[in-house]
């Protein structure tokens, strides 16, 4: 059968987006909407502009890794997720078609959210798209150097946050730095924490095609202690939030039981050390915790 004539359901269409990174992208976009809730400019309108910008880019960043991943043999051997090239389910361009369909979206999204409200988030979009894209695309992409985790905490941290805030409040000033940044570090470090993970189990595979990851620069022991840093970064980051905007901020916490039974399973604290396919609940372990931040950020800046 021609590669061209494949057709996977929608079922494995929706699997191959990979929904447990999803958190990846609803968790800064939550915490921003917490600290403009706290400085009292929270705008709906460009909150869910921003929502639908930072889903785009994930599942279009994961679609772009499967087809990337796929065409260049990487997947073939993967004992994670469903990959639809890497598995046979689907054509290599069809894969490469919803990835650009899915950062087609964040493009329209984000431009309007910028007429909205101002003209270098254009270029800040471009680059978004551009790294989403060259993390497994191109002839050097970055994510085989070892750099995906720095761009990850930069795009889906940094950027997020800060760039949720921006466009309520359309200042950097009044307070806005301070709470945004703890709030950017604290999201930025758990989504790390899920790319960490994700090579971690894929470090054997990795290296036999040549995919040097941050993972696989460390190697297996350190990498675990490097997931429990991230992990429990947020606490702190939570602590500080509590002193520059109240105590409520601690609902932020909440992640704090899911985060340590990632880091329990990860580490193997109390157990064996989870290996291969034993890590893959652990994706979800961790994009949970992620989202219970993002929430419990909301929640507690709001009050």
């Not at 894209?133 to 994510?143: A, L």
């Not at 190697?219 to 997931?227: E, F, H, I, K």
């Not at 034993?278 to 931040?293: D, H, K, M, Q, S």
Request: charged share 10%; with cysteine; net charge neutral.
């Amino acid at each position: 059968m021609s590669t061209e004539t494949l057709s996977p359901t929608p079922g494995q269409w929706l699997e191959g987006a990979r929904p447990k990174t999803l958190p990846a992208a609803v968790a800064p976009v939550a915490a921003g909407a917490g600290v403009a809730l706290h400085l009292d400019s929270f705008a709906l309108g460009p909150v869910l502009l921003a929502l639908v910008v930072a889903l785009a880019l994930q599942v279009g960043v994961n679609y772009a890794n499967d087809y990337s991943d796929g065409v260049r043999g990487t997947d073939d051997a993967r004992v994670g997720p469903l990959r639809l090239v890497g598995s046979g389910l689907a054509a290599p361009q069809a894969v490469k078609r919803a990835a650009y369909a899915s950062l087609g979206v964040a493009a329209v999204a984000g431009l309007v959210l910028a007429v909205l409200t101002a003209w270098w988030l254009v270029p800040v979009g471009a680059l978004c798209i551009a790294a989403a894209w060259f993390y497994t695309g191109g002839s050097r992409p970055y994510g085989y150097a070892g750099l995906g985790e720095v761009m990850v905490f930069l795009f889906f941290g940094l950027v997020a946050v800060v760039g949720t805030v921006y466009v309520q409040t359309e200042s950097f000033g009044d307070g806005m730095l301070a709470p945004s940044l703890l709030a950017a570090v604290a999201i930025g470090a758990v989504a790390c924490a899920i790319l960490v993970v994700n090579n971690l189990r894929d470090v054997p595979t990795d290296t036999e095609a040549g995919k040097t990851t941050l993972a696989v620069r460390l190697g297996d022991s350190r990498t675990r202690a490097l997931y429990a840093l991230l992990m429990l970064t947020p606490a702190v980051c939570t602590l500080a939030l509590a002193v520059v905007t109240g105590p409520f901020a601690l609902l932020g916490l909440v992640h704090g039981p899911l985060a340590l039974q990632g880091v329990r399973t990860v580490a193997g604290i109390g157990r064996e050390a989870a290996t291969g396919r034993a890590l893959v609940p652990v994706l979800g372990v961790t994009g949970r915790a992620e989202l219970f931040l993002g929430v419990g950020l909301l929640v507690g800046l709001a009050l």
